[in-house]
C-alpha cells in the first residue's frame, strides 16, 4: 500500500536551534510534495513544495530535501522561532486532486 | 477576506440532527475537497470534487453527504449526526494544472453530543 508518514510525533527544540522535521514515503512514483504547517485552531497553510526532478528546495528560513534514493523527505527550519511551534504536514501526490497526507509531527519550540 | 470560508465555525448538535457545512471560495479553482481531521489521524478525506458536476467518494464518506451548489460552492451534510462525527472539518481548494498543493479553509469544528 501507499503511505506517507512522519519518523516523529513530537519533536522539541530549543530556540534559535535549527529544526529537521522527516518524513518518509513509499510511492517511488510520487512527483511533487508539500510541506504544510498547521497552527492551534487554524487550517493547514502551505510552506514549501517540491518537485521530484529537484533535491533541495529553499524558502524564507526552511529547507526541503528530498531523496528519491530512500524516498525521504525533510523540512529544514533554521532558527527556530516561537512562532514555528504547530504540527507539520508532508503531503504527496501523482497528480492533481490526489493529495495524500501524513499524520503530522508536532514541534514544540522551548524559549 | 479569506480565499477559502468555512461556516460555521464552531457548532455543538445533537445525535440524529441533521447539520449542513458550508464552504465557499474565490481562488477560482476547479476542485474542492472536505476533510476530518482526528487527534492522532491526520486529515481523512470524505468526498471531493473536481467540477460542478463531479462528485467522487473519499476515504471516509460513510454517514456524509455533499453538494456542489457553483463552482466557489461545496457543502458538506452530516444526514443524522452521530458522536463519533466530532472532529475538526476543513475544506479545501485546489486548481487543476501546475502546482498540485491545496488551500484550505479555518475549520469547522463540530461536536456531537
Known amino acids: 500500500g501507499e503511505s506517507v508518514g512522519l519518523h516523529l510525533p513530537t519533536l522539541s527544540v530549543q530556540e534559535g536551534d535549527n529544526s529537521i522535521i522527516n518524513c518518509a514515503y513509499s510511492n517511488s512514483a510520487s512527483d511533487y510534495f508539500i510541506w504544510y504547517k498547521q497552527e492551534s485552531g487554524k487550517g493547514p497553510q502551505f510552506i514549501i513544495d517540491?518537485?521530484?526532478?529537484?533535491d533541495k528546495r529553499q524558502g524564507q528560513r526552511v529547507t526541503v530535501l528530498l531523496n528519491k534514493t530512500v524516498k525521504h523527505l525533510s523540512l529544514q527550519i533554521a532558527a527556530t522561532q516561537p512562532g514555528d511551534s504547530a504540527v507539520y504536514f508532508c503531503?504527496?501526490?501523482?497528480?492533481?486532486?490526489?493529495?495524500?497526507f501524513g499524520q503530522g509531527t508536532t514541534l514544540q519550540v522551548k524559549p | 477576506d479569506a480565499d477559502v470560508t468555512q461556516t460555521p465555525r464552531n457548532r455543538i448538535t445533537k445525535t440524529g440532527k441533521r447539520i449542513m457545512l458550508e464552504c465557499s471560495q474565490t481562488k477560482g479553482h476547479d476542485r474542492m475537497y472536505w476533510y476530518r481531521q482526528d487527534p492522532g489521524l491526520g486529515l481523512r478525506l470524505i468526498y471531493y470534487s473536481f467540477d460542478v458536476k463531479d462528485i467522487n467518494k473519499g476515504e471516509i464518506s460513510d454517514g456524509y453527504s455533499v453538494s456542489r451548489q457553483a463552482q466557489a460552492k461545496f457543502s458538506l451534510s452530516l444526514e443524522s449526526a452521530i458522536p463519533n462525527q466530532t472532529a475538526l472539518y476543513f475544506c479545501a481548494t485546489s486548481g487543476s494544472q501546475g502546482n498540485y498543493g491545496y488551500t484550505f479553509g479555518s475549520g469547522t469544528r463540530l461536536t456531537v453530543v
Open positions: 517540491i518537485r521530484s526532478n529537484m
Open positions: 503531503a504527496e501526490t501523482r497528480a492533481p486532486g490526489k493529495l495524500i
